[in-house]
């Protein structure tokens, strides 16, 4: 019989760019996702298969090292990879890819299949399941080495930790990971397809990081957690402006995680809009179609909006109140389970 292992998409709140400067980030997992399903396989090699793209893989897993690949097939290899290199023994797999998360829309589709691949792996070992913070790096690790995007750990903790009714506040610099209830009252949460798509391996993604690093450097501090918003002035532009924007994001977490606690989604509103500000003017992450999505999605009523995600392209985030149809091609974002067996 197969093993079937689902990981979903997230949506983050509050708090972009913040993940990998030790920030805090407000995450929740959505209803779509990415599911793997996986049995052993009959000729000592490991199939993969996209259903959704209609295309194949196939490796030797017993070889030292699988090759890299390009594309959708660095996750498996890589997965398979991370996990041998941390002492799993994996057996020979038929693995099929099925998914209802678009991919480069900034719902993390990346994390959502490294994630699924791993679980549904493991489970074919029959070992109990890991620790999922160590999960969580390990996945962490196939995207940064093996798809090329040095991205931070938010969507892989996002996948494993969701939970329903609830969205998930993430300290970086503790690990502390917390329930934040998540009650909208009749109000919508809902994501807009901006019709740029992006992938983040090759996008400036990686040159904020490493603007985020120089300005550490620069301030001497171990991370820019511990900046402060009357370090900024010494700084040169656009640094100045790149740590204001993860010191203030940093604080719309706090302030939106108060938020849900009151119920508070007038708030909320008020919150998405000026991450979105930040986003675009300090961390300059947004592109023209997210700015048209954006003032498209304010002018159809909504009572927030900002760009979800890395940046560069991808959705917009909006929030409608009780009394507002949102546009016809928003699609509710609600939370839902974390990522796990099925
Ligand atoms: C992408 C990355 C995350 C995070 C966000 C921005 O989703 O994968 O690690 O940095 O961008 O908040």
Redesign the pocket.
């Known amino acids: 019989m197969d093993l079937v292992a689902f990981a979903p998409g997230r949506v ?1 709140l509050l ?6 400067n030790d920030g805090l ?1 407000l995450p929740f997992a959505i209803a779509r996702g990415v599911t793997v399903r996986a049995r052993p396989s009959p000729d000592g090699m490991t199939h993969v298969e996209s259903l959704t793209l209609r295309e194949r893989d196939e490796f030797d897993p017993g070889a030292p090292a699988p090759a890299p690949a390009d594309g959708w097939r660095a996750f498996a290899r890589g997965v398979v990879a991370e996990l041998r290199a941390a002492g799993h023994t994996l057996p020979p797999a038929m693995l099929e890819i099925s998914s209802d998360l678009p991919a480069g829309v ?1 719902l ?1 589709s ?2 959502a299949l490294e994630v699924a691949l791993a679980l549904a792996l493991l489970a074919l070992t029959g070992e109990l399941e890991p620790d999922r913070r160590w999960l969580a790096h390990l996945c ?1 690790r196939v ?1 940064n080495e093996w798809v090329g ?1 040095h ?5 892989q903790l996002a996948t494993l930790f969701g939970e329903e009714h609830a969205a998930t506040l993430i300290d970086f610099r503790t690990g502390a990971i917390a329930r934040v209830p998540m009650e909208l009252d009749g109000w919508t949460l809902a994501t807009i397809d901006s019709g740029a798509s992006r992938s ?1 391996a090759g996008s400036g ?1 990686n040159d904020r990081r490493r603007e985020c690093k120089t300005a550490a450097e620069l301030l001497g501090v171990s991370s820019l957690r511990d900046a402060s918003l009357t370090d900024i002035v010494g700084l040169p532009e656009p640094l100045n402006r790149r740590v204001r924007h993860v010191i203030t994001e940093n604080a719309r977490v706090r302030t939106a995680t108060e938020a849900l606690h009151a119920r508070d989604l007038t708030k909320l509103g008020d919150l998405l809009d000026a991450s979105h500000t930040s986003l675009r003017d300090d961390f300059e992450v947004s592109v023209p179609e997210v700015e048209r999505t954006v003032a498209r999605v304010h002018a159809a009523g909504a009572r927030g909006a900002r760009l979800l ?3 560069f392209g991808g959705s917009v985030l909006a929030l409608f109140g009780p009394d507002t149809e949102p546009p016809s091609d928003a699609v509710s974002a609600t939370p839902g389970p974390g990522a796990g067996l099925r």
């Open positions: 983050n708090g972009e760019h913040t993940d990998y980030c900034g993390s990346s994390a962490s995207e995007a991205t931070g750990l938010l969507d983040l993604y995600g890395g940046g």
